[in-house]
């Protein structure tokens, strides 16, 4: 059993408290919660039932009175890297909430610090990691239906106060695109190598839409949309559509039913329903979980922290692109940053 101190418990702590710890306590026992304000610290006594003397504004106090084993951060980014530093100096390994960073200067420091400290880092991409995502990117990478051709994925929601978070069209890549995009990774197998996004708000008070390109390292292409200023949902959090091209078959997930359908003939099937991949854990659990089994000495999980700096590099390489207006070389928009930062 190890122990965590999660760092932020108003917004998407909320989340944490009452949904993920509940799945994870066989493994993993929050033992105490930090938030620089006090009303967001009664969740933690409320959701997950920690005593209040467990309960602190003050972080390097948290980590000094609680023996733990890892810090798990679910603060806004651009307090990120200061809690991280925090970590550090009481030599704790992290989770941390995507994005890594504010920016991919920060990523990149992030990691650096990371790394010199000896410690263990992994982000919780959980969108990745649900079932239906890992279903589709199971069949897709079997080899069954041929070759990937391209992959076509769709996050549209209606408008809402909810939905349109800060109104800027880069806050649509970093805090929901980015699920997206490491979606395509994970199937592909491979880092970007460009990617174009073209992103927007239809004026004040709206919330942001936008389409993103991306061609993968092994040639596959990738077409996104995501949108929270629509009159209707045709998706969901967490139910986004999803459809694999390969050279024999159409794979799509749709609101967690994957379907296979094809007109290639036998064998491949005109239309069947797929079952469901089987596990005891998904999404932010099942990431929670490998992270554990990689502090007890099991293999690094792909959400580390290094692997993740592709993710962040597609991340920002894409904002860049709203800005420019011109696709990026995510590859060589990596280097840059990695060069920078040595």
């Known amino acids: 059993m190890k122990k965590m101190i999660q760092v932020g418990t108003g917004g998407f702590g909320v989340y944490w408290l009452e949904s993920?710890?509940?799945?994870?306590?066989?493994?993993?026992?929050?033992?105490?919660?930090?938030?620089?304000?006090?009303?967001?610290?009664?969740?933690?006594?409320?959701?997950?039932?920690?005593?209040?003397?467990?309960?602190?504004?003050?972080?390097?106090?948290?980590?000094?009175?609680?023996?733990?084993?890892?810090?798990?951060?679910?603060?806004?980014?651009?307090f990120h890297e200061a809690v991280i530093d925090e970590a550090l100096e009481a030599g704790m390994d992290i989770v941390c909430e995507k994005p890594l960073g504010k920016d991919m200067e920060a990523s990149v420091r992030i990691r650096n610090k990371v790394k010199a400290a000896g410690r263990k880092l992994a982000v919780t991409m959980s969108h990745r990691f649900e079932v239906e995502k890992q279903t589709v990117e199971a069949l897709a990478r079997s080899g069954a239906y041929g070759e990937i051709d391209y992959v076509v994925s769709r996050l549209t929601m209606a408008r809402s106060e909810e939905n349109h978070g800060e109104?800027?069209?880069?806050?649509?890549?970093?805090?929901?695109?980015?699920?997206?995009?490491?979606?395509?990774?994970?199937?592909?197998?491979?880092?970007?190598?460009?990617?174009?996004?073209?992103?927007?708000?239809?004026?004040?008070?709206?919330?942001?839409?936008?389409?993103?390109?991306?061609?993968?390292?092994?040639?596959?292409?990738?077409?996104?949309?995501?949108s929270f200023a629509n009159g209707t949902n045709l998706d969901g959090w967490s139910d986004e559509y999803l459809r694999v091209e390969c050279r024999e078959a159409s794979i799509e997930a749709d609101h967690r039913t994957v379907t296979v359908r094809s007109d290639r003939g036998y064998p491949f099937p005109k239309r069947a329903q797929m079952p469901l991949l089987q596990g005891e854990y998904w999404d932010h659990a099942l990431i929670i979980r490998r992270f554990v089994e990689w502090l007890e000495g099991g293999s690094m999980p792909v959400t580390e922290m290094e692997d993740n700096l592709q993710c962040c590099a597609l991340t920002y390489g894409a904002i860049e692109s709203i800005q420019t207006g011109k696709a990026v070389d995510v590859q060589e928009f990596y280097r840059k940053h990695m060069q920078g930062q040595r």
């Open 20 to 78: 993920i710890i509940p799945r994870v306590s066989d493994f993993a026992r929050l033992v105490a919660a930090v938030d620089v304000k006090e009303e967001a610290l009664k969740n933690a006594v409320v959701l997950a039932g920690l005593p209040k003397e467990k309960c602190y504004t003050d972080l390097r106090r948290a980590l000094k009175e609680n023996k733990a084993d890892f810090v798990n951060v679910v603060v806004p980014p651009e």
């Open 167 to 226: 109104n800027k069209a880069e806050t649509l890549i970093s805090s929901a695109l980015i699920h997206n995009m490491d979606t395509v990774r994970g199937i592909c197998g491979c880092n970007a190598k460009t990617v174009y996004a073209n992103c927007w708000t239809g004026g004040p008070g709206s919330a942001p839409s936008g389409l993103v390109i991306m061609e993968m390292e092994n040639g596959v292409r990738a077409v996104l949309e995501e």
